[in-house]
């Protein structure tokens, strides 16, 4: 039976065409995937037929029969309320930050006109998405919970009125890889027991082939590809689903080789960090226990563990960003201070690159000014205008942006462009070592990689240290030298790429190798 299904739908926004010619049917029980670059209209696609987006939707868009174009906003909002779930990418700004987990539940199971819940059935909701201790979660608000109890949280907001449609926008893209693979079997296995149609926005190729059924390529709003899941995202016959396929690493590509890493810089010996509690909690948080690393120049570390286990506090640490309970840092033989006394030169030798390109940038600077701040603080803050006016036209030029740019502010950059604009304020100063904290991230497949590729040849142009953090154990496995396993707060291994991928010997390398495969 058919649950849902598009007929030549097309989005426009005044006389502009986002999407057009798009057709799908999804029966009950199944999982069909939007997939595709940023700005294909994936998002759009999925939510315009809903009243969602700013979108105007025309074509066809039928729910268990009835027509969604042309209704009234008063009847949209009843069928969404009755027949539809939605999984949001963030679950941090879906969920309203005042409101409890039980006053969340109580609201969603009675939106499409039953009764609210009782405790106990509010906690066999949590127990049904898998939420350790649901009694004393109910009590919880959203900033209490972790990313991946927050997702869980969200999840059973979406199906607490028994939806005959989920649609899933990105559900998984802020999670690191065991939370992923979490989360979306818990996904697919509602919809499997419950016999709910899904809509799955994705672009991660690897975890739609193996649990969407059918796959839709788009690619500047048209249909590029469809087919059966595992076939597109495995052996694309479309030059742009080749093109995706490629750019999403893999654990099974073949390696390639890095630059041969030299002389070393930074060597970091019995770390530990440690914050005290929040609110009204005693006691102290252990972030990071006794941690010891060294790096190159011309090399990349990545570090890698689940959400919590530690691996941005160290970063954070290790360029004098956050605090520092023991332990030493050393470049090249002499002990760096504390953040708190770090010199110009000290501050310059490591620059930050961190994960949402646009929320880094000021947004009241152009691009000339965002990139020459570093350099006036730390390098030279006495340059003359014209030598800045040249730096900057030099360094867009090293990120691969026209000299145009320049005059641009942060909104009016895609997240890629933004990017490079952060990378080129952080070369600005001549810094020897990236902190790069996720910084990929939030980018499209075919976007990071283009990014990963930028780091890539700076490394080689520049012989640059990368120390990189990641929860994509494929692409630190395509980038890395060597990578470094934290969890809970210590580094449980570290070891060159292919010794960890071909015979790793902690749980947690195990654990986050097989979430990833």
């Not at 994936?42 to 066809?60: C, E, Q, Y």
């Not at 252990?286 to 090399?299: F, H, I, M």
């Not at 530690?310 to 090249?332: D, N």
């Not at 000021?362 to 006495?382: G, M």
Request: overall charge positive; charged content about 25%.
């Amino acid at each position: 039976m058919t649950i849902f299904s598009l007929s030549d739908f097309g989005v426009h926004i005044g006389a502009r065409q986002l999407v057009s010619g798009v057709s799908l049917e999804i029966e009950a029980g199944e999982i069909v995937a939007l997939a595709g670059a940023s700005g294909s209209g994936k998002s759009l696609t999925a939510m315009t037929a809903f009243g969602l987006s700013a979108g105007a939707g025309k074509g066809s868009a039928r729910l268990d029969g009835e027509e969604l174009i042309g209704l009234p906003e008063t009847a949209l909002a009843r069928l969404r309320a009755q027949h539809v779930g939605f999984v949001f990418q963030q679950p941090l700004t879906a969920l309203t930050p005042h409101r409890s987990v039980a006053q969340h539940l109580g609201e969603a199971a009675a939106q499409a006109g039953g009764k609210r819940p009782g405790h106990s059935a509010m906690i066999a909701m949590l127990e049904q998405v898998g939420l350790a201790d649901p009694q004393s979660k109910l009590k919880q608000f959203p900033h209490r919970l972790s990313g991946g109890e927050r997702q869980r949280v969200l999840i059973a907001c979406a199906i607490a009125h028994a939806p005959r449609l989920l649609i899933a926008d990105e559900p998984t893209s802020a999670l690191d890889a065991s939370l992923r693979r979490e989360i979306i079997d818990l996904l697919t296995g509602i919809c499997r027991e419950k016999q709910m149609a899904m809509l799955l926005v994705s672009h991660d190729l690897a975890s739609i082939e193996r649990d969407a059924d059918r796959l839709l390529l788009l690619k500047d709003g048209e249909v590029a590809e469809k087919g059966k899941a595992a076939k597109i995202a495995s052996q694309p016959t479309s030059k742009y689903g080749k093109a995706l396929m490629a750019a999403t690493p893999r654990l099974t590509e073949k390696l390639t080789p890095l630059p041969v890493p030299t002389d070393r810089l930074l060597e970091i010996r019995d770390l530990s960090v440690r914050f005290r509690k929040p609110g009204w909690r005693s006691g102290y948080i252990d972030a990071v226990k006794n941690a010891s690393l060294d790096l190159a120049r011309g090399e990349t570390l990545a570090v890698v563990g689940g959400s919590g286990s530690g691996k941005s506090t160290l970063g954070r640490a290790v360029a004098g960003l956050g605090p520092v309970t023991s332990g030493e840092i050393s470049w090249q033989d002499e002990r760096l201070p504390s953040r708190g006394k770090r010199s110009r030169k000290h501050r310059q030798l490591m620059q930050p690159v961190f994960q949402d390109p646009v929320a880094s940038l000021n947004p009241r600077w152009s691009v000339t000014d965002i990139i020459l701040e570093p350099a006036q603080i730390l390098a030279s803050p006495d340059a003359p205008p014209g030598q800045r006016k040249s730096l900057v036209t030099e360094l867009l030029r090293e990120v691969d942006l026209p000299p145009e740019f320049a005059s641009r502010r942060a909104a009016q950059l895609s997240g890629g462009q933004a990017q490079r604009v952060a990378i080129a304020r952080a070369l600005s100063c001549q810094p020897e070592m990236l902190l790069l904290d996720e910084a990929t991230s939030a980018l499209d497949p075919l976007v990071a990689d283009g990014v990963s590729k930028l780091f890539r040849k700076l490394q080689e142009e520049r012989g640059l240290a990368l120390l990189f953090i990641t929860h994509d154990l494929a692409l630190a496995r395509r980038c890395a030298h060597r990578i470094a396993v934290m969890e809970a707060g210590e580094i449980v291994e570290c070891a060159t790429r292919e010794k960890l991928f071909g015979s790793p010997s902690s749980d947690a390398a195990k654990r986050l190798i097989a979430a990833s495969g």
